[in-house]
């Protein structure tokens, strides 16, 4: 290469340099893409093309989409014809006051194909195997959808399952006693590169009334199937200071459901104790990055730093608080990025069984609320081992991840992944429950009256890297 080619090489730097610069001024946000393989971005005026593009490449987005890689699990076979359905296990002692949720999120993208015997079915399935966990609690999670960073308007798509849909998935988590959440996400699709806590509505008085148009219908069914809890947000990290819009939203709410009202806010937000949703109690999405730990780390290490982090915002019990989502994947390098929906590393089950009986072990010595584990797909048989298709963040079937949770939800310390060995089974931790009250539903048993109020909490998310530093 000649001397005299070197200026005009330094040309495209400096020009790509200029225009990411200057781009964001002109279209209002970065219209500069990057494709693989390639070192010269393109430049895009419809954000939402790109967004949809990089949906349809990801195996596995934020929030964990069903991946056409992964194959669905049929639901079970209905009974024969005149037969009643089989009884679902009912849960050793359902949630009643003053007992942790232990608890985990079901995520549901509706399949227009699945009638009602198959959306029983596989309700059944996952009741099933909840109760096998010794779960107490569980939270239906689905999306709803907007069509862009700066959108007016939420609505159902097609992937949101209806009230009519919804109903008979209550139901059945009911019948096996569980104490039953419902928590509408905003999908991320439209707003790829960016993500639900960002958005900016031009016209906020119209989107918090289309939100409430969507929500009404979802919180009347709520009070006629005795619903415990309505999350009304998840990580909206920049509308949570809207304390007014806020509380029209919510005064529209509670006309028609008596039940707890919280919200999700993201785990920087929670350390600053900066959300302002004025609902009954906040819960936190807690990924705490746990940085320079090598992948055998022990309990207790990952335990150490959970606890640096929360000290950040209050030392000793907090009683008020429901870790309302947390996981991590089962691959190498997990604890730095726990969150991270994205990467599919070698498998290292050891990671997220570590992780798990760390997180119980901080929730029991912190006399949390609850904590809700990430995720089982709807869809998903939750008995068949994942594959490398899967997520990693998969927790069933994983059988180290699976005792740490049946330990932590057993009321027992939940064995080291060190030290495999029977986990304890029994009833949660908390006061003794008398008979619930009877509820009137389709099934044949009796559901139990969970509707209650906490005082307000504080909690987190996984997106944005927070500010403080992590713990070593």
């Given amino acids: 290469m000649s001397r005299s ?42 954000d939402r093309k790109p967004a949809a593009e990089a ?30 359905e089989p009884q679902v296990p009912r849960v050793a002692q359902p949630w009643q006051p003053g007992m942790p949720q232990w608890g985990v999120q079901l995520y549901w993208e509706d399949m227009q194909t699945d009638d009602e015997s198959a959306i029983r079915g596989k309700a059944r399935r996952l009741a099933d195997y909840l109760v096998s966990l010794n779960a107490n609690s569980v939270a239906l999670s689905f999306p709803v959808y907007t069509s862009g960073i700066d959108a007016d308007e939420v609505f159902a798509g097609p992937k949101t399952p209806s009230v009519e849909r919804v109903t008979p998935v209550v139901e059945t988590l009911h019948a096996a006693g569980l104490r039953v959440s419902l928590r509408p996400i905003l999908d991320e699709r439209e707003l790829l590169p960016e993500w639900r806590g960002a958005i900016k509505p031009k016209d906020k008085d119209a989107w918090f009334a289309s939100y409430r148009d969507l929500l009404l219908p ?7 199937e005795d619903v415990a809890t309505i999350v009304v947000g998840v990580e ?33 937000n929670f350390l600053e104790n900066s959300s302002r949703v004025p609902v009954d109690s906040t819960g936190v999405d ?27 915002r209050s030392t000793g019990p907090m ?42 072990q901080v929730v029991k010595q912190r006399q949390m609320a609850g904590v809700y584990w990430w995720s089982v797909n709807f869809h998903d048989d939750p008995t068949t081992p994942p594959t490398s298709a899967n997520s990693r963040l998969d927790f069933a079937a994983r059988p180290a991840t699976e005792q740490a949770v049946r330990g932590c939800f057993g009321g027992a310390p939940a064995a080291s992944p060190e030290d495999p060995a029977t986990s304890p089974t029994g009833s949660p931790t908390g006061k003794s429950t008398t008979k619930p009250p009877s509820g009137t539903t389709k099934s044949p048993t009796t559901k139990p009256s969970s509707k209650t109020t906490k ?11 927070a500010t403080t530093s992590s713990s070593d």
Avoid at 346 to 358: D, F
Wanted: aromatic share 10%.
């Fill in 5 to 46: 080619q070197l200026p005009k090489l330094a040309v495209l730097p400096v020009t790509v340099v200029a225009a990411v610069v200057a781009l964001p001024v002109a279209f209002g946000v970065n219209p500069l893409r990057w494709s693989e393989g390639s070192a010269v971005p393109r430049v895009v005026t419809d």
């Fill in 455 to 465: 005082p307000s909490g504080g909690q987190t998310t996984r997106r944005p890297t």
């Fill in 218 to 224: 979802y919180a009347e069914m709520a009070e006629r």
């Fill in 55 to 84: 949906a349809a490449a990801r195996p596995e987005f934020a929030d964990p989409v069903l991946d056409p890689a992964e194959p669905v699990a049929p639901p079970p076979p209905p009974p024969p014809a005149g037969e009643p």
């Fill in 236 to 268: 909206l990290a920049s509308m949570e200071d809207e304390v007014a819009r806020w509380n029209g939203f919510l005064a529209a709410l509670r006309e028609v459901f008596g039940g707890e009202l919280t919200y999700d806010t993201n785990y920087p």
């Fill in 286 to 312: 807690a990924y705490f990055p746990v940085k320079n730990q090598p992948d055998d780390a022990s309990v207790d290490t990952i335990a150490a730093a959970w606890n640096t982090w929360l000290d950040q």
């Fill in 319 to 360: 009683s008020d608080v429901v870790i309302s989502e947390t996981g991590i994947g089962a691959q190498n390098g997990a604890f730095a990025a726990p969150g991270d929906f994205y990467r599919y590393g070698t498998v290292n089950a050891r990671v997220q069984a570590t992780w798990y009986t760390a997180v119980c």
